[in-house]
């Protein structure tokens, strides 16, 4: 079965950086786009970043653009967010989502989440 497993979140200070991995199994993780999104408490969960299935492509939202960098290791099935420059309002849970094709049905598929936190 598909499975996404995210690692690498913690309590870093203002302006630190973490890096994100989620490693996937289950499908083909090289013909598919890869995304990072995140949720604060009592917010919405929003997009942080995608990545096409190659890696020529990124998008990022407005808020991380300059201080993310999303990226993928198709040969280790992994894709990574480097966080740089943190601030306490990059505080959430991070989630990596794919939606690939599975037994002929296509849906959105999530890890559990990894919490950052940022403050002093």
């Known amino acids: 079965q598909v499975q996404l497993v995210e690692s690498g979140g913690g309590l870093v200070q203002p302006g630190g950086s973490l890096r994100l991995s989620c490693t996937a199994s289950?499908?083909?993780?090289?013909?598919?786009?890869m995304s990072w999104y995140r949720q604060a408490p009592g917010k919405e969960r929003e997009l942080v970043a995608g990545i096409s299935s190659i890696g020529g492509s990124t998008n990022y939202a407005d808020s991380v653009k300059g201080r993310f960098t999303i990226s993928r290791d198709n040969a280790k099935n992994t894709v990574y967010l480097q966080m740089n420059s943190l601030k306490p309002e990059d505080t959430a849970v991070y989630y990596c989502?794919?939606?690939?094709?599975?037994?002929?049905?296509?849906?959105?598929?999530w890890g559990q989440g990894t919490q950052v936190t940022v403050s002093s």
């Open positions: 289950g499908f083909a993780f090289s013909a598919y786009a």
């Open positions: 989502n794919s939606r690939p094709w599975v037994g002929g049905v296509r849906k959105d598929y």
